[in-house]
């Protein structure tokens, strides 16, 4: 909406009575309630964002990050109503999702992916025959499934015939699909994606790499660009095979190359992401460009067509959480008593929240996004520890002192992490 407003577009927010107080309600030029809280009553209910559109006379519908940014039928439903989404069309969203259909796509357009099956898993033999040449540890994934929902590791032969049972039948309760595929467990891998934007004549570029190896439980809380452990070289060589994937399927907007990364500077495809991600705005801050303009440039239908973004420092975002750190994590609704966001030189806040703002229980704890930009990583993490030291909330527990601490470890400040960091080193906040 912020983008828009420079753009000269007026907007409508749609939200649930949970998020009546919400600063997007208030932002928006018209806002339409659409529903109880639960999802199904309201953000995942198509019909009522449809009404909405209509009685609004809305011309396009941005659908974010969550909910159903990623969900081919609303794209579809959008496209058959005259409602342009701001997205790629409801069969690229389609085929990406099937996360075997995705492996098998870029596969022919040459892109690595790690060793594994060719196709879904038919019985155990089959299983089994895979598994022996490829090498244990394996990992069995859901391709319905996304963002590591549903995997299961297997380390030997003698375990693999019922995890496999075990994998399809909680992804056929979880997604009602019991497809799963096969791969070589890669051992403390890094997580790194790159940025791609694509237009509708064809033209499609990447603005480099994230790396958003600290997480835990499959749940991002920092995200930096560029990668401590990807160079020029590197780069050229992911950024290429991003955009090959991305072209594979005539990709049209702004979309995310998932891969991992091993010690040995090999990189395997994951998952492509059809959606702006939460961590955009570090590729924004580094690659000077406002993601959001150009989603609703090239759904609009402008070409892309020569243009190029030149990269610059570097850039962290800190995701604070309506979360206790010190009690694993778990969810701290309530009043933000106080909330005093910090400033000053190249730090910016992305936030719903305000003093007095209630966080509901309801959704996802993210309540504000902590970016800063720097010449270098050691002045971002510098930055970045003097924002977090100025950022006060009162009335919940958050991220920050976690984020304080691990600015503060020797594995961060060196660069030398992997994605077991949080969930296996032993790394606790006090
Ligand atoms: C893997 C893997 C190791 N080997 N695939 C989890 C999220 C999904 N996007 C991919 N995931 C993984 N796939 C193979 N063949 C390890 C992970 C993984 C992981 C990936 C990125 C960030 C954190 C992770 C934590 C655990 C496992």
């Given at each position: 909406m912020q983008t828009?407003?420079?753009?000269?577009?007026?907007?409508?927010?749609?939200?649930?009575?949970?998020?009546?107080?919400?600063?997007?309600?208030?932002?928006?030029d018209e806002a339409?309630?659409?529903?109880?809280?639960?999802?199904?009553?309201?953000?995942?209910?198509?019909?009522?964002?449809?009404?909405?559109a209509e009685i609004t006379n809305a011309d396009a519908i941005h659908p974010g990050y969550g909910f159903l940014a990623e969900n081919s039928d609303f794209a579809e439903v959008c496209s058959s109503s005259g409602i342009k989404f701001i997205g790629p069309q409801a069969e690229m969203i389609r085929k990406m999702g099937d996360k075997n259909t995705a492996r098998e796509t870029v596969v022919a357009a040459g892109v690595p992916v790690v060793p594994g099956s060719?196709?879904?898993i038919s019985n155990a033999q089959e299983a089994q025959d895979i598994?022996?040449?490829?090498?244990?540890p394996v990992i069995i994934k859901p391709t319905a499934g996304g963002g590591g929902k549903g995997m299961r590791v297997v380390s030997e032969a003698s375990q693999l015939e019922l995890s496999l049972a075990t994998a399809q039948n909680e992804a056929q309760q979880a997604f009602g699909?019991?497809?799963?595929?096969?791969?070589?467990?890669?051992?403390?891998?890094?997580?790194?994606?790159?940025q791609v934007l694509a237009d509708q004549h064809g033209n499609t570029l990447h603005l480099g790499e994230r790396d958003c190896t600290i997480q835990r439980r499959h749940q991002k809380l920092v995200e930096e660009t560029p990668s401590p452990a990807v160079d020029e070289e590197l780069r050229t060589r992911m950024g290429s095979a991003a955009v090959a994937a991305a072209a594979s399927i005539n990709y049209e907007g702004a979309g995310t190359v998932?891969?991992?990364?091993?010690?040995?500077r090999n990189f395997y495809f994951m998952e492509m992401n059809t959606r702006i991600q939460v961590e955009h705005p570090v590729t924004e801050e580094r690659y000077d460009v406002d993601l959001v303009k150009e989603q609703i440039l090239v759904a609009a239908g402008e070409s892309i067509a020569g243009r190029t973004f030149t990269p610059n420092g570097h850039s962290i975002e800190c995701r604070i959480n309506a979360e206790d750190p010190k009690q694993g994590f778990r969810p701290s609704p309530g009043e933000l008593q106080v909330f005093h966001t910090p400033g000053g030189y190249s730090v910016r806040v992305d936030s719903h929240g305000y003093a007095s703002y209630r966080v509901p229980p309801n959704y996802d704890s993210l309540i504000a996004k902590l970016i800063v930009h720097a010449d270098t990583r050691e002045e971002a993490i510098e930055r970045m520890l003097r924002a977090l030291d100025e950022f006060i909330v009162v009335g919940i527990k958050?991220?920050?002192?976690?984020?304080?601490?691990?600015?503060?470890?020797?594995?961060?400040?060196?660069g030398?992490?992997?994605?077991?960091f949080l969930d296996n080193s032993g790394f606790t906040v006090s």
């Open positions: 828009c407003r420079e753009l000269g577009i007026s907007t409508v927010g749609v939200y649930s009575t949970a998020d009546r107080d919400s600063l997007h309600v208030r932002y928006a339409v309630c659409i529903g109880p809280p639960l999802g199904k009553e309201s953000y995942l209910n198509i019909p009522r964002i449809l009404a909405a060719n196709g879904l598994a022996e040449e490829i090498g244990y699909n019991s497809g799963v595929y096969i791969e070589k467990f890669i051992e403390n891998p890094r997580h790194v994606e790159i998932e891969f991992l990364l091993d010690g040995n958050t991220t920050i002192p976690f984020h304080k601490q691990l600015l503060l470890t020797e594995a961060f400040r060196s030398e992490f992997d994605t077991g």
